[in-house]
């Protein structure tokens, strides 16, 4: 036999009753039951029931075991009475007679506990994350996110995509956070970074004429946490294809999504149809490029209604450049007590709240009732309430100023109010593509025009279009949003480095300083570089959202904390002195 086991903890049924087995595994309860002693022995694959009486010579060790000690165990695998069958786990009609024991590891008094579901601090869950990561949700989530990368590898395989890996140590690069340097030691006062992305590299596959690249590619970037963000690392599904438009890549990665949430979501419904909305439009009607359409809620421009209006502040507001109005549709919101509930929601958002209308039956018909009802009039309030659709119980909120001040704000009322009125479908994956993203924006202090996103995007028009307006330029960009979460970000790149150099000349970038800081992919661009575009999808935040979770160390297995601290493992840590002295550095402390 097997000095360990001879079956996992999931394997025995029936058929093997009267057999003599072998089982290793830990300790998750023990129940005495007048003088018998019952055993839940637990490894990875499932649990077993273990029955002890003074009958066996094992009786004496088995009455000295604990939680969470690692055992083996030798014994005979009898039935249970059909009225002790637990049809919740596999091997729920047997049980094992205990004929030995011996204990492999013991355990101290523990920090958490592994069996029940009790809930401890994310401070002590961190620390003794091995214990964490032995419960049951844990191991679920853990092998839920092995199982989604192993799929994701064969439907990149399935499209005849191979996989490369690129860089560890490179060189700095910005992608819109922080970079993690690391020094050198062979070249004092120089430094690498770990890559935020591999952008420039699979950038440079496709010069090589590779064609298709994938790979599952750890980035690295110090950026504030957040609940669905690490703050230090995460891992993507990272694809770049060439002689491709816009659509191929949406073509190519859709049906690996789909299948991904179809094969781990549950039962839950998965859209097939994914909309194509522009970065304005989302803007508007969601207050978001990241809108959770399960929400059936859409915001709409009601400022005609309010200009000249007997509404004072929303009137004023118009007179000013670049202001506008909008509503909010809430359907069955028609309550006064809902819209004061809304209204302190603004508040805490920080706000001085939401103007409101609800729509009431008096009897001898429908009334607008608030405090916007009485200042702009019943003939302003039906033609709100018919360019929302709206009816008798529902109400409208509004919100008015320079939309970029109060958008995500007004996002975040429709999110509440979908959730608030039970209109959000929790059972379904709902998805939608954001295209046509500005390229530039301006500061609004200092006038400067600046790259709002990608710059390595291709403009729409090409260098045509970068002649004009910069605030006018769309870029060849484009995101992926499930449930009101980015899951996926690309673009179709800038190969061309005439008009590269023209997009960076915009934001008052010259070429010496392109040239210095993108070198090695503008020098590749001028050797015959192929038009490609490609992808990345954040898996971390697949995972969340196939294991239902709401916040990403979940799924993660080593994850930081909220400061970007291992507390398990003690990071980061002070430097000894001769480290130090070999990198040629010195810790300057802070006052």
Same mark, same amino acid.
Not at 103 to 129: C, H, M, N, W
């Given at each position: 036999?097997?000095?360990?086991?001879?079956?996992?903890?999931?394997?025995?049924?029936?058929?093997?009753?009267?057999?003599?087995?072998?089982?290793?595994?830990?300790?998750?309860?023990?129940?005495?039951?007048?003088?018998?002693?019952?055993?839940?022995?637990?490894?990875?694959?499932?649990?077993?029931?273990?029955?002890?009486?003074?009958?066996?010579?094992?009786?004496?060790?088995?009455?000295?075991?604990?939680?969470?000690?690692?055992?083996?165990?030798?014994?005979?695998?009898? *039935?249970?009475?059909?009225?002790?069958?637990?049809?919740?786990? #596999?091997?729920?009609?047997?049980?094992?007679?205990?004929?030995?024991?011996?204990?492999?590891?013991?355990?101290?008094?523990?920090?958490?506990?592994?069996?029940?579901?009790?809930?401890? $601090?994310?401070?002590?869950?961190?620390?003794?994350?091995?214990?964490?990561?032995?419960?049951?949700?844990?191991?679920?989530?853990?092998?839920?996110?092995?199982?989604?990368? *192993?799929?994701?590898?064969?439907?990149?395989?399935?499209?005849?995509?191979?996989?490369?890996?690129?860089?560890?140590?490179?060189?700095?690069?910005?992608?819109?956070?922080?970079?993690?340097?690391?020094?050198?030691?062979?070249?004092?006062?120089?430094?690498?970074?770990?890559?935020?992305? $591999?952008?420039?590299?699979?950038?440079?596959?496709?010069?090589?004429?590779?064609?298709?690249?994938?790979?599952?590619?750890?980035?690295?970037?110090?950026?504030? #946490?957040?609940?669905?963000?690490?703050?230090?690392?995460?891992?993507?599904?990272?694809?770049?294809?060439?002689?491709?438009?816009?659509?191929?890549?949406?073509?190519?990665?859709?049906?690996?999504?789909?299948?991904?949430?179809?094969?781990?979501?549950?039962?839950?419904?998965?859209?097939?149809?994914?909309?194509?909305?522009?970065?304005?439009?989302?803007?508007?009607?969601?207050?978001?490029?990241? !809108?959770?359409?399960?929400?059936?809620?859409?915001?709409?421009?009601?400022?005609?209604?309010?200009?000249?209006?007997?509404?004072?502040?929303?009137?004023?507001?118009?007179?000013?450049?670049?202001?506008?109005?909008?509503?909010?549709?809430?359907?069955?919101?028609?309550?006064?007590?809902?819209?004061?509930?809304?209204?302190?929601? *603004?508040?805490?958002?920080?706000?001085?709240?939401?103007?409101?209308?609800?729509?009431?039956?008096?009897?001898? @018909?429908?009334?607008?009732?608030? !405090?916007?009802?009485?200042?702009?009039?019943?003939?302003?309030?039906?033609?709100?309430?018919?360019?929302?659709?709206?009816?008798?119980?529902?109400?409208?909120?509004?919100?008015?100023?320079?939309?970029?001040?109060?958008?995500?704000?007004?996002?975040?009322?429709?999110?509440?109010?979908?959730?608030?009125?039970?209109?959000?479908?929790?059972?379904?994956?709902?998805?939608?593509?954001?295209?046509?993203?500005?390229?530039?924006?301006?500061?609004?202090?200092?006038?400067?025009?600046?790259?709002?996103?990608?710059?390595?995007?291709?403009?729409?028009?090409?260098?045509?279009?970068?002649?004009?307006?910069?605030?006018?330029?769309?870029?060849?960009?484009?995101?992926?949003?499930?449930?009101?979460?980015?899951?996926?970000?690309?673009?179709?790149?800038?190969?061309?480095?005439?008009?590269?150099?023209? +997009?960076?000349?915009?934001?008052?970038?010259?070429?010496?300083?392109?040239?210095?800081?993108? @070198?090695?992919?503008?020098?590749?661009?001028?050797?015959?570089?192929? !038009?490609?575009?490609?992808?990345? +999808?954040?898996?971390?935040?697949?995972?969340?959202?196939?294991?239902?979770?709401?916040?990403?160390?979940?799924?993660?297995?080593? !994850?930081?904390?909220?400061?970007?601290?291992?507390?398990?493992?003690?990071?980061?840590?002070?430097?000894? *002195?001769?480290?130090?002295?070999?990198?040629?550095?010195?810790?300057?402390?802070?006052?």
């Amino acid at each position: 036999m097997h000095a360990y086991r001879s079956h996992t903890c999931a394997a025995l049924s029936k058929s093997n009753v009267g057999e003599t087995v072998r089982l290793s595994g830990w300790v998750h309860r023990i129940r005495d039951h007048g003088g018998v002693l019952f055993v839940d022995l637990r490894d990875h694959y499932g649990m077993t029931q273990l029955l002890c009486d003074p009958d066996s010579a094992a009786f004496g060790d088995v009455e000295k075991l604990r939680s969470e000690w690692c055992i083996r165990i030798d014994g005979e695998v009898k *039935a249970r009475d059909a009225s002790l069958v637990n049809g919740k786990i #596999p091997t729920g009609e047997i049980e094992v007679f205990v004929r030995a024991v011996e204990v492999l590891g013991s355990a101290k008094e523990l920090p958490l506990i592994v069996f029940g579901d009790q809930e401890y $601090p994310e401070e002590t869950r961190l620390k003794y994350r091995y214990l964490d990561l032995r419960r049951e949700v844990m191991q679920r989530n853990m092998t839920l996110r092995s199982d989604v990368v *192993a799929s994701m590898r064969r439907r990149m395989w399935d499209q005849a995509f191979r996989e490369y890996q690129t860089p560890i140590i490179t060189a700095s690069s910005p992608e819109g956070a922080r970079d993690f340097l690391v020094p050198s030691r062979l070249h004092p006062g120089k430094f690498y970074a770990l890559p935020q992305a $591999p952008q420039q590299f699979k950038q440079l596959i496709m010069v090589s004429g590779f064609d298709k690249y994938f790979q599952i590619a750890p980035c690295f970037r110090d950026e504030d #946490p957040r609940a669905d963000r690490s703050p230090t690392d995460f891992y993507q599904l990272d694809l770049e294809m060439s002689f491709v438009e816009q659509q191929d890549v949406f073509d190519t990665i859709q049906p690996v999504l789909t299948g991904i949430f179809e094969e781990f979501g549950g039962g839950r419904t998965v859209d097939q149809e994914w909309p194509e909305i522009s970065y304005a439009d989302a803007a508007l009607w969601y207050g978001t490029d990241k !809108p959770d359409l399960r929400n059936p809620i859409k915001m709409q421009v009601v400022s005609e209604h309010f200009a000249g209006s007997g509404f004072a502040i929303f009137a004023k507001l118009l007179e000013q450049e670049g202001t506008e109005i909008r509503a909010i549709p809430a359907p069955g919101g028609g309550s006064r007590k809902f819209c004061d509930r809304m209204n302190a929601f *603004a508040q805490k958002e920080g706000l001085p709240g939401m103007g409101y209308i609800f729509w009431r039956d008096q009897g001898e @018909g429908m009334e607008a009732a608030g !405090p916007l009802a009485k200042n702009i009039g019943s003939e302003r309030t039906e033609a709100i309430r018919q360019q929302l659709g709206l009816g008798v119980g529902d109400a409208a909120f509004f919100l008015g100023g320079k939309p970029k001040a109060f958008e995500t704000v007004a996002g975040k009322a429709r999110v509440e109010i979908g959730n608030e009125l039970g209109l959000t479908d929790e059972n379904r994956f709902a998805f939608a593509w954001i295209v046509d993203f500005p390229i530039y924006e301006r500061d609004e202090e200092t006038g400067r025009i600046d790259f709002e996103h990608n710059p390595f995007s291709m403009p729409q028009g090409g260098m045509e279009a970068l002649e004009g307006d910069p605030l006018k330029v769309l870029g060849y960009q484009y995101d992926l949003a499930c449930n009101g979460y980015e899951l996926v970000s690309g673009a179709i790149r800038n190969h061309r480095p005439e008009i590269m150099f023209k +997009a960076f000349e915009i934001a008052g970038y010259g070429k010496d300083e392109v040239e210095k800081r993108f @070198g090695g992919m503008v020098n590749a661009f001028q050797y015959g570089a192929p !038009p490609h575009g490609g992808c990345a +999808a954040g898996i971390d935040r697949i995972v969340m959202l196939l294991a239902d979770e709401a916040n990403i160390r979940e799924v993660i297995m080593f !994850p930081m904390n909220q400061r970007a601290e291992d507390l398990m493992m003690n990071a980061p840590s002070e430097p000894a *002195a001769d480290q130090l002295m070999d990198l040629n550095l010195r810790v300057i402390p802070k006052d």
